[in-house]
């Protein structure tokens, strides 16, 4: 009886809210061609050969196809992967459907990366199927699954597998097919009881508050419907968040402390306290929690969130590196955390420090060695497979480059403690298409080769490292060193230089380049420079400027300094070519000291000016703030070359090659002097 009166009063909704069904929605989806193998009636459990032909589609002549599968099972969504391989014009793949699964929808793209530019799903009208058990009906969740996926602007699924132009399905629309799930699986309406209140928020309105209290007043006395912490949660959060009413969240909050007392909610208080707390008192406070509420606990929890362990961690490693602090501690505790947060501590900690020269390299060593080998056990253990975030196959690749890129930075740790034979170890376990990427890793891997005195390689090196467009300054310097040794002169050396550099992709950079220059007049401005002097935009007439926005706080933008360094010492002695390097956003009164400092501790020979400061904002950031209009950011580092009045050439960040953004810098302004 209280089962049917649960029912009418969850679809009596429809009526008393003036939520209208939209009875003309079907389930059936747009017939396609270029995915084939998918039974009309596809059985949950079964095994679907996956034909895929690219012909037509945007993936047509890609050299590689892969298949990502989106999936509601038993109400949880994950991601899948099939490798496809190539047969004749088709690509080919089998994929089990999961017993438990009632929905799939296909996506295919020519890389495992998470964000591309090119996939096919089917012209936006997607590769999505419901499923059937063995009796012909639908499993639970395919109704509620059809409707969410097809709008994914609830928030609840679908980001990143409809392109940009999508037209979703209505608010009726998804509401028919929420119906039509409580009317057939009423009894597992605690599994998708979040969704449920997130749909009905849409579509109660102003209502919303009432529709709460009747369902949430019936669900609570509904004895024959299972019931978990996290649909308590849902309530004590709307109540708290959506409607305002202290005294009902406080209450169910005071309902699930006494019905969990070990459940998430009471850990997840326990961990606000400690990381919304007395920073003073973090570090005790964490290492008491984590023994209180210890990360194993998430093993015979796999439905509870990791992030506060993911986030409590990472902030309590860098403590570790305190001489007064234990780092054993840390390292006993490495084997019980994933991948995932394993990488973030290396990230947080030996990374920048052995990066910035703050701690010993005799300290990151131990920390370094002890987390490679750690992220060396999880590697394959899916730590990203995070709801649909990334896909088995995707979190395995990502936890790769992400080793690989590591790697690299524990192997200089070793170089620069003489254990030159370890960090080659360590660069020959980088997987051969990332090896030569990263400059850092390559300028560590010539000077280890220096040391061991092994000339022939340094000539394959410096083929894939000029391949890869990721060269340092010191490597061209010992390079040129190299040269001048095999060759008696440095006659030439530019000229080797460039033979080095791939010509396919050299052109390609310049094509790209080329499309993304413009033509924006710019407000005149002046300036003064670091020796008193005013600069003034007027007095560039006929000239190619480059300007340089940076800020002595933004680690990225002197990161970058190396190569612009290269930059200038190219056009040294071109009297039609300019560089300033712009000081904007900076704070205090000692930032034209500090840049000086910046300037003789990296021996740079840049001619540096201070951008003004705003009379009415008091920001020092007037000149810049004056491009955003061009820019459409204030983001920095931010590098603009102007020509004649006016801006040609913007682009913000730092891709980390010093030899890239030489190139980059140097083919526009090629460009430039080649106008008419």
């Given at each position: ?542 000239k190619i400027v480059v300007l340089d926005f940076w800020a002595s706080w933004c680690f990225p933008c002197r990161s970058s300094f190396p190569g612009m360094q290269m930059a200038v010492d190219r056009y040294a002695n071109d009297p039609d ?100």
């Amino acid at each position: 009886m209280k089962k049917l009166m649960f029912r009418t009063i969850l679809l009596l909704l429809v009526t008393c809210f003036h939520l209208s069904a939209f009875g003309q929605e079907q389930q059936a989806g747009e017939v396609t061609s270029r995915l084939s193998g998918v039974p009309q009636d596809l059985i949950a459990g079964s095994t679907i050969d996956l034909v895929y032909s690219p012909k037509g589609g945007p993936l047509e002549g890609k050299d590689q196809i892969v298949a990502l599968v989106y999936m509601y099972n038993f109400y949880k969504w994950e991601l899948g992967d099939v490798e496809l391989k190539k047969d004749g014009d088709v690509w080919k793949g089998q994929f089990v459907v999961p017993s438990n699964c009632a929905f799939v929808a296909f996506k295919f793209q020519s890389t495992w990366n998470k964000f591309v530019d090119v996939s096919d799903n089917n012209d936006d009208k997607g590769f999505m199927y419901m499923t059937v058990g063995l009796d012909g009906q639908p499993l639970p969740g395919g109704f509620l699954a059809w409707g969410v996926f097809r709008k994914p602007s609830i928030g609840l699924v679908g980001y990143g597998y409809f392109g940009p132009n999508y037209k979703e399905i209505d608010q009726e629309a998804l509401y028919f097919w929420y119906q039509r799930e409580v009317q057939t699986h009423l009894q597992n309406v605690g599994y998708f009881f979040s969704d449920m209140m997130n749909i009905v928020q849409k579509q109660a309105g102003d209502r919303y508050p009432e529709a709460v209290n009747l369902i949430f007043a019936t669900f609570s006395n509904q004895d024959d419907t299972p019931k978990t912490e996290d649909n308590y949660m849902t309530m004590e959060n709307i109540y708290r968040y959506a409607l305002k009413d202290t005294v009902r969240a406080d209450s169910m909050l005071n309902l699930i402390l006494t019905k969990y007392p070990n459940g998430w909610t009471v850990r997840r208080k326990a961990f606000d306290k400690v990381y919304m707390g007395d920073p003073n008192r973090y570090f005790d406070d964490m290492i008491k929690f984590l023994k209180d509420y210890p990360v194993t606990d998430l093993k015979q929890h796999p439905e509870w969130p990791s992030f506060i362990y993911y986030n409590g961690v990472r902030r309590l490693a860098p403590y570790f590196f305190y001489p007064d602090k234990d780092r054993n501690i840390l390292i006993q505790m490495l084997p019980d955390y994933d991948f995932r947060t394993l990488a973030q501590i290396y990230h947080s900690t030996v990374f920048p420090f052995h990066m910035k020269k703050a701690v010993a390299d005799s300290v990151n060593y131990v920390v370094a060695k002890a987390l490679i080998a750690e992220m060396e056990k999880k590697l394959t253990d899916k730590s990203y497979c995070i709801d649909d975030a990334y896909s088995p196959h995707q979190s395995d690749e990502w936890a790769l480059s992400s080793l690989d890129h590591y790697r690299g930075s524990y192997a200089d740790i070793l170089y620069c403690l003489g254990k030159v034979d370890e960090a080659l170890a360590q660069i020959s376990l980088i997987t051969e298409s990332r090896r030569y990427i990263e400059s850092a890793v390559n300028e560590t891997h010539l000077k280890c080769l220096l040391a061991k005195g092994d000339l022939k390689d340094i000539e394959t090196l410096a083929r894939n490292a000029f391949k890869s467009n990721a060269v340092t300054p010191a490597m061209m310097d010992i390079l040129k060193q190299q040269y001048v040794k095999n060759n008696g002169k440095e006659d030439g050396f530019e000229a080797y230089i460039e033979s080095l550099k791939p010509e396919d992709e050299k052109e390609a950079f310049k094509e790209e380049l080329k499309k993304s220059l413009i033509k924006e007049a710019y407000e005149p401005f002046q300036m003064e420079a670091m020796d008193k002097s005013i600069v003034k935009s007027a007095d560039w007439k006929g000239k190619i400027v480059v300007l340089d926005f940076w800020a002595s706080w933004c680690f990225p933008c002197r990161s970058s300094f190396p190569g612009m360094q290269m930059a200038v010492d190219r056009y040294a002695n071109d009297p039609d070519v300019k560089f300033y390097f712009v000081d904007t956003m900076e704070s205090g009164d000692n930032y034209k000291a500090t840049a000086a400092r910046i300037m003789k501790e990296g021996k740079y020979t840049f001619n540096v000016l201070f951008d003004n400061v705003n009379p009415k904002t008091k920001a020092q950031n007037m000149v810049f703030s004056s491009m955003d209009k061009i820019n459409h950011s204030m983001a920095i580092p931010r590098k603009m070359i102007l020509k004649d009045g006016y801006v040609r050439y913007t682009v913000e960040g730092y891709g980390g090659s010093p030899s890239k953004l030489v190139d980059e810098i140097a083919y526009v302004i090629e460009m430039l002097k080649a106008e008419k």
